[in-house]
């Protein structure tokens, strides 16, 4: 590894790949705000709630997507970057680029 330029970024991702905990709080997280905005919905529909209740709840929720949509981009491009610097130190046969 001495000899591949990698960033502090890259290194983290690196050194956490092998740690599946952050994949499942994340999948937790899109589990519960799901649920979550699936019971505000109901639970409006069940009970008179003020427009501005259910703005700011829907508020909320397109924060908390944006979040976590901006959250996988990040991580999947960190670990393509780094996908790219090792690829070139790893031994296999790769298909040929012109065939198709």
């Known amino acids: 590894m001495?000899?591949?330029?990698?960033?502090?970024s890259e290194?983290?991702?690196?050194q956490?790949?092998?740690?599946s905990a952050p994949t499942i709080r994340r999948r937790r997280m899109a589990v519960v705000t799901g649920g979550g905005m699936?019971?505000?919905?109901?639970g409006?529909?069940?009970?008179?709630v003020s427009r501005a209740l259910l703005l700011a709840a829907f508020?909320?929720?397109v924060a908390a997507i944006i979040f976590e949509r901006v959250s996988y981009a990040n991580s999947v491009l960190?670990?393509?970057s780094l996908i790219r610097k090792?690829?070139?130190?790893?031994n296999i046969d790769r298909p040929d680029e012109d065939a198709t």
């Open 38 to 42: 699936l019971a505000v919905i109901i």
């Open 78 to 80: 960190a670990y393509k």
């Open 44 to 48: 409006a529909a069940l009970v008179p």
């Open 16 to 19: 956490a790949s092998s740690d």
């Open 11 to 14: 290194m983290r991702v690196l």
């Open 86 to 90: 090792l690829l070139p130190h790893v």
């Open 2 to 8: 001495a000899d591949i330029d990698l960033t502090p």
């Open 59 to 61: 508020a909320a929720y």
